[in-house]
């Protein structure tokens, strides 16, 4: 009995990655290995000025000192950063004027993806910057938010017409200084998107990156900077995919947010990257550095995130509390399947007075998967009357998967009131004979509970990316079963 | 509609089930009695399809259907429903969600289209009259911090929505006061046609003044060892299952 729902569960389990595939493209790729000469040939290839040159040296020059941390509860291989490519480019990127004038295959990929390039075929209004291989290829509707003085462009872009904008907000959140991943980004970034909402803008649409790794031996380093001035508010959302590989991939990324006075930014993942096949063999390796200074008064930052792919994901988008008043909140529902390890979570630094953080993580974890979330209240002498609800839950497919929690609270104003609670489960297998019984089929049965469990978290999500999640959900548990 | 033969059933190893036969004809209702042991709940088990029971031996057709051979959920598409003794709570998962599903599901393997949202809730509206259950239940998680009585009431509500040829009833009253009783069998009274069967599966005769049975059987030590008419009810009301044990250890020595 227990073995035959095993067996449904593991069939369940097994999914296949639909977006494995690889897109012919030439490219412009540099050798293998990382030194100060590959510095500067990146530097070079994106005509960069030199003040960003120094910038990259500099973190170059200090990630050299610094060592990969081994705190987490993960299993990493080691890293051979000299076999891998740190720039890679689709050749000959024109300023590309209209949708005609990308390669066609990059355009293919992108239709295969379900991702609308053309501005016709648009989600009732959705800007869409794509980057594939670090490089962003296109943004949609640039011309429209323009006319607002929305700057919605790619990093390279930013750099080139809005410099000020770019030296005053980079690295502010994430100094070049602050981890290992985050000094070699520093140093080897290759491009993001760039986001400025001007005083008292509401951004009319959403806006997106995706981002595509298609290149074989490559790392992804992306940066993205998005500014929400005075009265601010935009609603970001990005998501990734990358092609099924036997090697892994390394994705260290870095966002910063900022939020200046009443200015508000929710910004959404889906990750879907490349989870390594059911064996644990590949599969992208996503090390990424996110925050959020809420440095106005009354400013807010959210970040919801969906995290379905990666062999490991290892990220923690956290809040700096630092305005009067403000708020940060994190909802996450991270999956891990077959052979995937994660440790997400989020720091909520509480420095202003009266803020608040809610904190709501659902882990789930199939086949034998190791999910562990890792998270940090940290309430200042200062922060007169912090606010903090934690909620963490736990969801167990199968018996072979481990969930693992490691809260740390850091108070030190007696002010503060700092709520935690977290949960345990499985699927029991009286609720999918119930369903079975409603004439629900196992499978339907999984999805269903699993949506249910994770929807606090899905209702988070702009309208538009809500059910692409829902299903991308299910596919994550159930592939191709049925 | 359902021809039970010789069903021998064991969980565990142990034998619970050591020969049953039971002819249920459409239009039907047969009630099941039996003290606790007996294995009313292991024939309801059987019959839903359950994996941790093992038959070991007989047959059971469904409307001419080797049911035995069939899963769960097709079972259940065929139009068998069982009102579970104990409901199980399925947080997260809306009580119209999961209904929508279940019934789209029913209409699929019909060959019918799936309801629209807005013909779907309102054959939600019409049904929880039926069963005058609370709006405020429809939107909660499926049986979430739902109070005994609710649930089984949400069980019937479900039958409503189904709409089965044959429902198994399984201890639907236990734990019910005298108001959700008579609301309970309003509601399965309401949904018999012609066409249509109950098995209701109880302790006590109270149920089987609301929802008056053509056949009662009675169940001991895995066996039938009793069938008549209604009366029968009101008979081991009056004497108890301790007067059946007497006439089978007395059929047993003579």
Known sequence: MEKDQDKILSDVTTGEYK????????????PKGLSEEVVRIISAK?????????????SYRHW????????????????????????????????????????????????????????????????????????????????????????????????KEYPDLVKRYMGSVVPYTDNFFASLNSAVFSDGSFCYIPKGIRCPMELSTYFRINSANTGQFERTLLIADEEAYVSYLEGCTAPSRDENQLHAAIVEIVAEKNAE??????????????????????????????????????????????????????????????????????????????????????IGKNSKSTIVSKGISAGHGQNSYRGLVKVLKNATNARNYSQCDS???????????????????????????????????????????????????????????????????????????????????????? | MLIINNLKA??????????????????????????????????AAVLAGREFVEVTEGTVTYLGKNLLDMTPEDRAKEGIFLGFQYPIEIPGVSMV?????????????????????SDFLKMMRDKKELVEIDSKLANRSVNEGFSGGEKKKNEIFQMAMLEPKLAILDETDSGLDIDALRIVANGVNKLKRPDNSFIVITHYQRLLDYIVPDVVHVLYDGRIVKTAGKELALELEEKGYDWIKKEIENNVTA
């Open chain 1, 46 to 58: 994106k005509n960069e000025p030199d003040w960003l040159l120094e910038f990259r040296l500099k």
């Open chain 2, 10 to 43: 064991s969980i565990g190893g142990k034998n619970i089930l050591k020969g049953i036969s039971l002819n249920v004809k459409p239009g039907e209702i047969h009630a099941i009695m039996g003290p606790n042991g007996s294995g009313k709940s292991t024939l």
């Open chain 1, 64 to 159: 050299l000192t610094m060592k990969m941390p081994t705190w987490p509860n993960l299993k990493i291989a080691p890293i051979d950063y000299q076999n891998i490519i740190f720039y890679a480019a689709p050749k000959e990127r024109k300023n590309l004027g209209s949708i005609d004038d990308i390669d066609p295959e990059l355009k293919k990929t992108f239709d295969k993806l379900g991702i609308p390039l053309e501005e016709q075929k648009h989600l009732a209004g959705v800007a869409v910057d794509a980057v594939i291989d670090s490089v962003s290829v296109k943004t949609t509707f640039k011309e429209t938010l323009a006319e607002m003085g929305i700057i919605f462009c790619s990093f390279s872009d930013a750099v």
């Open chain 2, 97 to 117: 969600n999961f209904m929508k599903t279940a019934v789209n599901e029913h209409r699929k393997h019909k060959g019918l289209d799936p309801l629209s949202a």
């Open chain 1, 265 to 350: 930014v929710k910004y959404s993942t889906v990750q879907n990257w490349y989870p390594g096949d059911k064996d644990g063999k590949g599969g992208v390796y996503n090390f990424v550095t996110k925050r959020g200074m809420c440095k106005g008064e009354n400013s807010k930052i959210s970040w919801t995130q969906i995290e379905t792919g990666s062999a490991i994901t290892w990220k923690y988008p956290s809040c700096i509390l630092r305005g009067d008043n403000s708020v940060g909140e994190f909802y996450s529902v991270a999956v891990t399947n077959n052979h995937q390890q994660a440790d997400t979570g989020t720091k909520m630094i509480h």
């Open chain 1, 395 to 482: 969801l167990l497919l199968g018996d072979k998967c481990g969930a693992h929690t490691f809260p740390y609270l850091e108070v030190d104003n007696q002010t503060a009131i700092v709520e935690h609670e977290a949960t345990t489960s499985k699927i029991g297998e009286d609720q999918i004979f119930y369903c079975n019984q409603r004439g629900i089929s196992t499978e339907d049965a999984i999805g269903l509970i699993v949506n249910g469990y994770a929807r606090e978290v899905i209702n988070k999500l702009p309208m538009e990316f809500a059910v692409e999640a829902q299903k991308l959900l299910q596919i994550s548990l159930e592939g191709s079963v049925g």
């Open chain 1, 19 to 30: 977006y494995g595939f690889y897109s012919d493209i030439e490219m412009d790729r540099i």
